[in-house]
Nanobody, 135 residues
Framework: QVQLVESGGGSVQAGGSLRLSCAAS????????MGWFRQAPGKEREGVAA????????YYADSVKGRFTISQDNAKNTLYLQMNSLKPADPAVYYC????????????????????????????WGQGTQVTVSS
């Protein structure tokens, strides 16, 4: 069972930066998917970014591309989301999530889930951390 704990949320002014962290309890397999999602009040959950550790490639939603960076520290089992140039549209509860591609699926499955394509969802989720941006 993977346990995920987010930290690093807070309140910043528009244009500011925050770095979110997601500490994972353990990983059973050497290749896995990890992603960041966010949900603002009254809105559907949105996939923000994902990384597939088997290939090291990443995915970003258009709304954050060029401003957010997803990365990981394997030695610390920790996922990060560096958020720069924060906008008034970015406030939400941010969640990290993890899973492994189902048998027969490649690493692209990691990104399809974050994009909302297909019926799958990541199985393991953190409790969320609040990000607030003031104008």
């Amino acid at each position: 069972q993977v346990q995920l704990v987010e930290s690093g949320g807070g309140s910043v002014q528009a244009g500011g930066s925050l770095r979110l962290s997601c500490a994972a309890s353990e990983y059973t397999y050497s290749t896995y998917c990890m992603g960041w999602f966010r949900q603002a009040p009254g809105k559907e959950r949105e996939g923000v970014a994902a990384i597939y550790t088997g290939g090291g490639s990443t995915y970003y939603a258009d709304s954050v591309k060029g401003r957010f960076t997803i990365s990981q520290d394997n030695a610390k089992n920790t996922l990060y989301l560096q958020m720069n140039s924060l906008k008034p549209a970015d406030p939400a509860v941010y969640y990290c999530a993890a899973d492994w591609p189902p048998l027969g699926y490649s690493g692209s499955w990691c990104y399809d889930v974050v994009k909302g394509l297909g019926p799958y969802e990541y199985r393991y989720w953190g409790q969320g951390t609040q990000v607030t941006v003031s104008s």
